[in-house]
């Protein structure tokens, strides 16, 4: 079946220091996006990537496609307590369904 | 502009009872999507549906699952005869129809079903 691997599962982080979840998928995507969810939360859409290659920056946060459309990265510089959630890549694989696969996520904790 | 709404937030159901689940779209939107999230675990998705159609329900469980999107009113998820298992966090989703941005979809809160 579809399958998306997100690593790592948990990142424990001084605040200031960085912080890079990677997104993995076995076929080629039409796009990924991304999502963060704070504890107790809902997902709240990041982003949306969709050409070979592309990157994108929100603030501190640095999103990218892989050349092959088959995984993503989302890095984020000097980290805050407020970045603390988990992160979510999703995709989508085309077709009549615009359903998300969701990876397993990775959980930071950010220490002051 | 109003996001997805969803009620109730929590919901507390008896083993054998039936949970319905209500979700109303961000305006303008026409395609509803429900997951469902077990404790410490990512979103599964479930069903998507446009107005009077569901488009795919292939993360859903066949047997006491269901759900419907009116014409009218809210999409509803419906569950019957409960489990302990079914107790899990139900998010809906909306997303706008057609063009580059139709598969970006935006989350209502959640309904938190816990099943004693």
């Known amino acids: 079946g579809q399958q998306v691997m997100q690593i790592p599962q948990y990142q424990h982080v001084q605040e200031g220091e960085d912080f890079t979840t990677y997104c993995n998928s076995s076929?080629?995507?039409?796009?990924i996006q991304w999502y963060k969810q704070r504890p107790g939360g809902h997902p709240v859409f990041l982003i949306q990537?969709?050409?070979?290659?592309e990157v994108k920056k929100q603030k501190r946060l640095t999103f990218q496609f892989g050349e092959a459309k088959k995984n993503s990265s989302l890095h984020i510089t000097a980290t805050q307590t407020t970045d603390v959630g988990t992160y979510f890549c999703?995709?989508?694989?085309?077709?009549?369904?615009?359903?998300?696969?969701f990876g397993t996520g990775t959980l930071l904790a950010v220490q002051p | 502009n109003a996001g997805v709404m969803q009620n109730p937030r929590h919901l507390v159901r008896r083993r054998g009872q039936e949970a319905r689940l209500r979700c109303s779209p961000m305006?303008?939107?026409?395609?509803v999507y429900w997951y469902r999230q077990l404790p410490e675990e990512g979103l599964k998705f479930m069903v998507y549906?446009?107005?009077?159609?569901?488009?795919?329900e292939s993360g859903m469980p066949k047997e006491r699952f269901s759900a419907e999107f009116p014409k009218e009113g809210p999409s509803i998820l419906r569950i019957q005869q409960v489990v302990r298992g079914d107790s899990a966090a139900y998010f809906c989703?909306?997303?706008?129809?057609?063009?580059?941005?139709?598969?970006?979809?935006?989350f209502g809160a959640g309904t938190r079903l816990s099943v004693l």
């Open positions: 999703a995709v989508t694989y085309g077709g009549a369904t615009n359903k998300l696969i």
């Open positions: 076929t080629t995507l039409s796009n």
């Open positions: 549906l446009q107005k009077e159609n569901i488009i795919d």
């Open positions: 990537l969709v050409k070979s290659g």
């Open positions: 305006k303008g939107h026409s395609h």
């Open positions: 989703a909306s997303s706008p129809s057609g063009g580059a941005i139709k598969n970006i979809q935006y």
